[in-house]
T-cell receptor, first 111, second 112 residues
Framework: GQNIDQPTEMTATEGAIVQINCTYQ??????LFWYQQHAGEAPTFLSY??LDGLEEKGRFSSFLSRSKGYSYLLLKELQMKDSASYLC????????????WGAGTKLIIKP | EAQVTQNPRYLITVTGKKLTVTCSQN?????MSWYRQDPGLGLRQIYY???????DKGDVPEGYKVSRKEKRNFPLILESPSPNQTSLYFC???????????FGPGTRLTVT
């Protein structure tokens, strides 16, 4: 079967660094996405990885290891507005471009 | 402004009464998709479409229908809604292959 695992909830302090992990077991792999979702709102795109390594985008970075079926999202200099859920999604290979989503990690930022 | 719109935003209905949730995008995207989101389960894909007249089942298609007669529109149809379809529904679109998806604001559906 297809499966994506993320921690359910994490807590971090304003100004600190937090790493949110995502492991996946899917029938093929054709890219991994991270989205941010504030409570009651729609998800918004953060990052996309298809090759191994680190992609940096301002305070956010995303890492991928295809051989380990593993990714993480790194958030630096945390701000209160970073309190949100972070969703990991994998695009499986094949002609149907199906996307498999993790249940999301709720990140709570404390002052 | 590039956007995905959904209507209605909120809907309370009764079991068995057919309903349609509309979705429209103005970005000329080929790919469109419907998701439902339930607490603890994350986003689950219902149906998706690669282009006009091309649709495919996602993870949870039972009880839903879709159509893609025009590139910009992708309505979700519940022919006979049941209480287990009470959920938050999102429509999304992107270019092909599915890269950055743009999501609509969501439709909160309650079936009593």
């Amino acid at each position: 079967g297809q499966n994506i695992d993320q921690p359910t909830e994490m807590t971090a302090t304003e100004g600190a660094i937090v790493q949110i992990n995502c492991t996946y077991q899917t029938s093929g792999f054709n890219g991994l996405f991270w989205y941010q979702q504030h409570a009651g709102e729609a998800p918004t795109f953060l990052s996309y990885n298809v090759l191994d390594g680190l992609e940096e985008k301002g305070r956010f970075s995303s890492f991928l290891s295809r051989s380990k079926g593993y990714s993480y999202l790194l958030l630096k200099e945390l701000q209160m507005k970073d309190s949100a859920s972070y969703l990991c999604a994998v695009r499986v290979s094949g002609s149907n471009y199906q996307l498999i989503w993790g249940a999301g990690t709720k990140l709570i930022i404390k002052p | 402004e590039a956007q995905v719109t959904q209507n209605p935003r909120y809907l309370i209905t009764v079991t068995g009464k057919k309903l349609t949730v509309t979705c429209s995008q103005n970005m000329n995207h080929e790919y469109m998709s419907w998701y439902r989101q339930d607490p603890g389960l994350g986003l689950r894909q219902i149906y998706y479409s690669m282009n006009v007249e091309v649709t495919d089942k996602g993870d949870v298609p039972e009880g839903y229908k879709v159509s893609r007669k025009e590139k910009r529109n992708f309505p979700l149809i519940l022919e006979s809604p049941s209480p287990n379809q009470t959920s938050l529904y999102f429509c999304a679109s992107s270019s092909i292959p599915p890269y950055e998806q743009y999501f609509g604001p969501g439709t909160r559906l309650t079936v009593t």
